[in-house]
């Protein structure tokens, strides 16, 4: 007779993985933002053509790499997508950061995977992925409800990228 189990894999309650394993944490953005902390994305995810999410779609996506630079993947206002990283923009600050536009093609068929480099325009790549924060930056949650969703876990990634570029007084 086979042991008999009860129960699945313990993780805290902002915690799953699905089928693939893929982790996905919810953590507290800026104090009133969601956003998830993942080893896989898929950059379709950011278009809003795409239903990812019902009515939340995430807007952005900050990864960290083994060498310690990070990344800012974001939507402009004329809806094409940019990727911009902090070392090159160190001392510009937010309003003046510059990035790399992404195709629709990288936008449709990119995938970030902790581990691994991400391609991308002509020749271009990151070293190894070590992080990947995706936020919802459309729908602000109040205090009670962001904590009910993340239990508490709070992110710096966006304050980190930002003190990077953040201009020198």
């Known amino acids: 007779m086979p042991r008999k189990y009860e129960g699945g ?3 805290p309650d902002n915690e799953t993985k699905n089928s693939k394993n893929e982790k996905k944490v919810s953590v507290v953005i800026d104090k009133n933002y969601l956003g998830l902390e993942v080893n896989h994305f898929d950059l379709q995810s950011l278009n809003p053509k795409v239903d990812m999410l019902g009515n939340d ?3 952005e996506v900050l990864f960290e790499t083994q060498s310690g630079n990070m990344y800012l993947i974001y939507r402009l206002p004329d809806h094409t997508f940019a990727i ?3 070392k090159s923009n160190t001392g510009k600050g937010l309003k003046q950061i ?4 992404l195709s629709d093609s990288e936008i449709a ?3 970030l995977e ?3 480099n991400f391609h991308f325009g002509k020749g271009w ?3 190894p992925i070590s992080k990947i924060t995706c936020i919802n930056g459309n729908k602000i949650y109040d205090e009670t409800r962001i904590h009910e969703l993340t239990g508490g876990k709070n992110s710096d990634a966006r304050d980190k990228f930002k003190n990077r570029i953040k201009p020198k007084k």
């Open 9 to 11: 894999p313990q993780y």
């Open 57 to 59: 779609k995430f807007t």
């Open 84 to 86: 911009a990283d902090a």
């Open 98 to 101: 510059k990035g790399s536009l």
């Open 109 to 111: 068929n990119g995938v």
């Open 114 to 116: 902790v581990g691994k």
């Open 125 to 127: 790549q990151t070293s």
